[in-house]
């Protein structure tokens, strides 16, 4: 939710400076067409560009591009992507406690890992990693 309200922010400022459509370039880690986790992103680049009616795309980048997981977070903030997805867990070594807002193996599964997100603090707890390095959990 809030990276969809960092998208809407964004994309609001551009539309009342009088520019059409936005396309945004996104990094993901999963390759293209890779069954299910491979789709999510194009579902999320879909679904943004229908609630838009069309005003705010993506040009969605594959590991074959750029590079794979490890870079994606310093490829966005040098400006080289406007947005990544990737799972949390690829930067553990640069942000250790990153895997309490992630599912890992032998961790919580995706149901608890969203309880503790949604409904417990794990949303309050991840703001101080998420405003420094902007993620968005």
């Known amino acids: 939710m809030a ?3 960092a998208l809407g922010a964004a994309a609001a400022s551009s539309f009342a400076q009088g520019i059409d459509r936005i396309v945004w370039r996104l990094a993901t880690v999963t390759p293209l067409g ?3 986790v491979g789709d999510v992103v194009q579902d999320f680049a879909r679904t943004v560009s229908a609630m838009s009616n069309g005003r705010l795309g993506f040009e969605i980048d594959d590991p074959s ?11 966005v903030r040098e400006g080289h992507y406007d947005a990544a997805h990737a799972t ?6 640069d942000i250790p406690a990153i895997d309490y807002f992630t599912a890992v ?3 919580l599964t995706a149901v608890e890992n969203h309880g503790w ?3 417990g603090s794990g949303a309050a707890c991840s703001r101080p990693f998420s405003s420094r390095w902007a993620w968005f959990p």
């Open 3 to 5: 990276a969809a309200g």
């Open 117 to 119: 997100m949604n409904e």
């Open 65 to 75: 591009k750029n590079g794979g997981p490890a870079g994606l977070m310093k490829l």
């Open 88 to 93: 949390a867990h690829y930067y553990a070594g």
């Open 105 to 107: 193996p032998f961790g």
């Open 34 to 36: 890779f069954p299910l």
